[in-house]
């Protein structure tokens, strides 16, 4: 090549695998189409180097975190609770003292629990799916009125108890009323009061009107509805859930033979029944609706969500920061990372992803939190070193080697 002054040479990483089946793109050697004899002193240097970024700066090493937040569901419960104070004062006669406990238990749940002082023995008197709850944290004085040991008591039935009146100043008492499987009832009547029914031929029609009529009037329409398929002769009833519909032939025997029922029943769901014709209205017939109720309430839950980034490489912070879901992310200036938990949430971060983001701690509390160091996106590779057998070796830092250039490696 004594007539080139200077020459450039591409070598591809995957030029030569047939030769050399060992390459790869962190080292590698190429066989060239033909021979470069060079005669002389030549200098060589690298023009260019294309780094295709087979790397990834989110793995499976560094992807995954968890939030645990508080949920909000509403829950249905099976029993009421009352929590009633009451005041029991020094000096107080014993006859005030049970007056002010009934006043106090009236205002909250009526007179389905009551005192009742007899001479020198105080008798509490409980109603059917009642009970009464008296702790030795709560209810210490009324416990000792009761003249019962300092421990939690609940009373289901009406008992009698010795009478001692407390000789401390208690104002802080508070006894519990549970309320359990309460129901209410209803009479329904499976005519319309006063309606003439002279149209035979529309008679069922008008029956089934007539009683989603008086569901409503009664004010639990929608609680049962009577849906009549003239076409099939047949009558679909949906019972809500809480509901219950009692049908029995000593209070409606011509309604009950229309709808094919022979004997006593109780409704829940859905039924499908056959249509019977009658030739004379049921008059003065009626059936018994029942309704428990069950209260719900808002109650606190604790959940966890485990998620995953896609694993990938991610070319700045905005990419990065919308991959994550339920967290907001700030890039600052100085770029660490701001992130924003609500209170009653907490975030874990594999430990690979909290050093990626900065963070000492992998777990992370309600509150605003600035990442201790900065982002690193760069998956750890911040140079690349290129070494080269065409080159004479030369001291780099302790060592001698082959080093032709340092690139480093930008986000």
């Given at each position: 090549?004594?007539?080139?002054?200077?020459?450039?040479?591409?070598?591809?990483?995957?030029?030569?695998?047939?030769?050399?089946?060992?390459?790869?793109?962190?080292?590698?050697?190429?066989?060239?189409?033909?021979?470069?004899?060079?005669?002389?002193?030549?200098?060589?240097?690298?023009?260019?180097?294309?780094?295709?970024?087979?790397?990834?700066?989110?793995?499976?090493?560094?992807?995954?975190?968890?939030?645990?937040?508080?949920?909000?569901?509403?829950?249905?419960?099976?029993?009421?609770?009352?929590?009633?104070?009451?005041?029991?004062?020094?000096?107080?006669?014993?006859?005030?003292?049970?007056?002010?406990?009934?006043?106090?238990?009236?205002?909250?749940?009526?007179?389905?629990?009551?005192?009742?002082?007899?001479?020198?023995?105080?008798?509490?008197?409980?109603?059917?799916?009642?009970?009464?709850?008296?702790?030795?944290?709560?209810?210490?004085?009324?416990?000792?009125?009761?003249?019962?040991?300092?421990?939690?008591?609940?009373?289901?039935?009406?008992?009698?108890?010795?009478?001692?009146?407390?000789?401390?100043?208690?104002?802080?008492?508070?006894?519990?009323?549970?309320?359990?499987?309460?129901?209410?009832?209803?009479?329904?009547?499976?005519?319309?009061?006063?309606?003439?029914?002279?149209?035979?031929?529309?008679?069922?029609?008008?029956?089934?009107?007539?009683?989603?009529?008086?569901?409503?009037?009664?004010?639990?329409?929608?609680?049962?509805?009577?849906?009549?398929?003239?076409?099939?002769?047949?009558?679909?009833?949906?019972?809500?859930?809480?509901?219950?519909?009692?049908?029995?032939?000593?209070?409606?025997?011509?309604?009950?033979?229309?709808?094919?029922?022979?004997?006593?029943?109780?409704?829940?769901?859905?039924?499908?029944?056959?249509?019977?014709?009658?030739?004379?209205?049921?008059?003065?017939?009626?059936?018994?609706?029942?309704?428990?109720?069950?209260?719900?309430?808002?109650?606190?839950?604790?959940?966890?969500?485990?998620?995953?980034?896609?694993?990938?490489?991610?070319?700045?912070?905005?990419?990065?920061?919308?991959?994550?879901?339920?967290?907001?992310?700030?890039?600052?200036?100085?770029?660490?990372?701001?992130?924003?938990?609500?209170?009653?949430?907490?975030?874990?971060?594999?430990?690979?992803?909290?050093?990626?983001?900065?963070?000492?701690?992998?777990?992370?509390?309600?509150?605003?939190?600035?990442?201790?160091?900065?982002?690193?996106?760069?998956?750890?590779?911040?140079?690349?070193?290129?070494?080269?057998?065409?080159i004479e070796s030369h001291f780099v830092g302790d060592t001698i080697a082959p080093l032709l250039r340092i690139i480093p490696v930008m986000s």
């Amino acid at each position: 090549m004594d007539e080139v002054n200077d020459f450039y040479v591409t070598l591809p990483s995957n030029s030569s695998l047939g030769y050399f089946p060992k390459n790869t793109q962190a080292s590698f050697r190429t066989k060239l189409s033909r021979p470069i004899m060079l005669t002389g002193a030549w200098e060589v240097g690298l023009s260019e180097i294309f780094v295709p970024r087979t790397w990834f700066n989110i793995g499976n090493h560094n992807n995954k975190y968890s939030i645990t937040y508080e949920e909000t569901k509403i829950v249905e419960k099976d029993y009421v609770e009352y929590d009633i104070r009451v005041k029991i004062d020094e000096g107080t006669t014993d006859e005030d003292v049970i007056d002010n406990i009934n006043q106090s238990i009236e205002e909250k749940c009526g007179h389905f629990v009551l005192f009742a002082l007899d001479h020198r023995n105080i008798n509490v008197h409980t109603a059917p799916n009642y009970e009464l709850h008296l702790t030795a944290a709560d209810a210490p004085r009324l416990l000792t009125m009761l003249n019962l040991p300092r421990e939690d008591r609940i009373i289901k039935t009406s008992e009698s108890f010795v009478f001692r009146k407390p000789s401390k100043t208690n104002k802080d008492n508070v006894l519990k009323i549970i309320a359990r499987n309460l129901k209410r009832h209803f009479i329904i009547r499976t005519t319309r009061f006063n309606h003439k029914y002279t149209d035979m031929d529309n008679l069922h029609h008008e029956l089934f009107q007539h009683i989603n009529f008086n569901l409503m009037q009664t004010g639990i329409g929608g609680a049962a509805d009577f849906i009549f398929d003239f076409k099939e002769d047949k009558v679909e009833i949906t019972v809500q859930k809480n509901v219950e519909l009692e049908f029995r032939l000593l209070y409606a025997p011509i309604f009950m033979r229309m709808l094919s029922m022979t004997k006593d029943v109780v409704l829940t769901g859905k039924t499908l029944h056959v249509l019977q014709k009658v030739d004379r209205p049921p008059l003065n017939e009626y059936f018994r609706v029942s309704i428990t109720d069950k209260p719900t309430i808002p109650e606190k839950v604790k959940k966890t969500e485990h998620l995953e980034l896609e694993v990938g490489f991610y070319k700045n912070s905005e990419q990065l920061f919308s991959s994550f879901k339920h967290l907001a992310f700030n890039h600052l200036a100085n770029n660490k990372v701001k992130i924003h938990i609500p209170d009653t949430s907490t975030v874990n971060l594999q430990d690979g992803l909290r050093d990626l983001l900065g963070f000492k701690k992998s777990t992370l509390y309600g509150g605003t939190h600035i990442s201790d160091y900065q982002l690193e996106l760069d998956g750890g590779i911040t140079e690349i070193y290129v070494y080269s057998d065409i080159i004479e070796s030369h001291f780099v830092g302790d060592t001698i080697a082959p080093l032709l250039r340092i690139i480093p490696v930008m986000s």
